[in-house]
């Protein structure tokens, strides 16, 4: 705490000497803190940018392996409208003739009309639907269609029907819809109430011919043709490897044999290893910006002379320029894909070769890209010795954060001597001015007395 004094007895401002003095012992000190402060964060930064370029890479590589991205297969369908497809790495080119014949529907009926409030009699409705069954008491009281209705929508053992109420001319209709499509999810109705009573005529059972209620929509399984010869049948509208590693949806049936065409994603890998380049000439470019020294301006990158960046790049481009021994000849390296280094340590992409390599081989793309010894994961491997748990440029960083906290340690240490050395000091001359003040007083006492 700053304490003030109001001046010694010659005129002298105590507090701006004061202040002179405290400044005098800091500024040296405090010019050395704001300077390494000022280093070690524009030092945390390079290498946070360093890091991040990193990272980059590695993601990316890590992503293109794991969703083997090296073997994507794209599709493509006359009629997108009714037919949808994906496919898997698994998935063979070829084209196809899919002939959607039937939707898959789920099962729904309707009650014949009547008034919804009416008593419909007592009894018991048994509902099946699959292998879940449903057993509704109807007791007398609580018999309207309504009453059903709601009894039906809140059984807990309710085997996947919801229950509604629609009007019509005729009345009160209620209209069982069940909530899974395919052909073994068809709903039986049972009824245990007096013949000729309106809860009898809720009674459902596919192919009898006295059923009360009437089927709406019939439980059914989508049905397609492939190629004119293979039949095949789905509970829903989804179709999973009825041609291996292609999923199909369908939505609408077709008058006419639908085309499917499945083949190598090209552009998709193109754009990956385009990509790539641009990220590794990113990461190039900050490397440069970071650690060269320009002779012209005598100035250099705030990483000027960190081993840490030489032996990135070195190691990175050791990769680029070794062979993969697990890719098949004639893509063993970058530069039999069309990628190469240029003299100032950039890499370039030579489209023709490139687009060659894709058009002609592209099966070997999983050889150079993939498994735990290709190109991908050795660009993870290396990466990962930088930027990872224990790596050079992540141990740099918290090396460069444990000096940023000792630097705040020591701004709190300076302040705290500061304010001890401006309380003293304002003590010694505080001392002074109550001295000079009783010798003043002597002084004018002697002078009192003497005679004139």
């Known amino acids: 705490m700053s304490v003030k004094a109001a001046g010694m007895g010659g005129g002298m401002d105590i507090n701006a000497m004061v202040t002179k003095i405290v400044d005098a012992e800091r500024a040296p000190k405090q010019e050395r803190i704001v300077k390494r402060t000022n280093e070690v964060e524009t030092d945390i930064s390079a290498f946070g940018r360093l890091k991040e370029s990193l990272d980059k890479l590695k993601t990316q590589m890590y992503d293109f392996r794991r969703n083997e991205g090296f073997a994507a297969r794209t599709t493509s369908v ?163 490897n009825a041609i291996e590693g292609v999923s199909l949806e369908v939505a609408q049936t077709s008058d006419k044999p639908l085309s499917l065409a499945v083949e190598y994603d090209r552009e998709s890998v193109r754009s990956t290893i385009t990509s790539f380049v641009d990220n590794y000439n990113a990461f190039f470019r900050v490397s440069q910006a970071v650690s060269q020294y320009d002779p012209e301006t005598q100035q250099g990158g705030p990483l000027v002379g960190e081993s840490v960046i030489r032996t990135a790049t070195s190691r990175l481009r050791n990769l680029f320029s070794s062979p993969i021994e697990q890719a098949p000849e004639g893509m063993k390296t970058l530069s039999e894909l069309g990628v190469t280094t240029t003299m100032d340590g950039r890499l370039e992409v030579d489209n023709k070769v490139l687009d060659r390599q894709l058009r002609q081989n592209f099966n070997a793309l999983e050889g150079f890209f993939g498994g735990n010894d290709g190109f991908a994961r050795q660009l993870e491997q290396v990466v990962g010795g930088f930027t990872g748990a224990g790596g050079a440029i992540s141990n740099r960083e918290s090396t460069l954060s444990e000096q940023k906290l000792r630097l705040r340690d020591d701004q709190r240490e300076l302040d705290r001597r500061m304010e001890n050395l401006e309380s003293r000091t304002m003590q010694r001359f505080s001392a002074m001015e109550e001295a000079t003040s009783q010798m003043r007083s002597q002084l004018q006492a002697m002078q009192n007395i003497m005679p004139g």
């Open 78 to 240: 006359s009629n997108p409208d009714a037919l949808g497809a994906s496919a898997t790495p698994d998935a063979i080119p070829g084209r196809y003739q899919i002939d959607v014949q039937q939707l898959a529907g789920a099962h729904k009926l309707v009650s014949p009309g009547v008034d919804a409030e009416a008593s419909l009699g007592s009894g018991k409705l048994t509902i099946t639907m699959g292998n879940r069954t449903s057993v509704i008491d109807v007791p007398q009281g609580k018999d309207s269609l309504a009453d059903v209705v709601r009894a039906i929508n809140s059984d807990p053992k309710n085997p996947g029907v919801q229950a509604s109420l629609i009007q019509d001319d005729s009345g009160a209709r209620m209209v069982l819809n069940g909530n899974k499509t395919g052909a073994d999810n068809q709903m039986e109705v049972s009824v245990d109430a007096q013949v000729g009573s309106a809860l009898h005529q809720l009674g459902f059972k596919a192919g009898q011919a006295n059923n009360g209620m009437a089927q709406m929509q019939a439980a059914q399984d989508a049905k397609i043709l492939i190629d004119g010869i293979a039949s095949v049948s789905s509970a829903t509208n989804t179709f999973d």
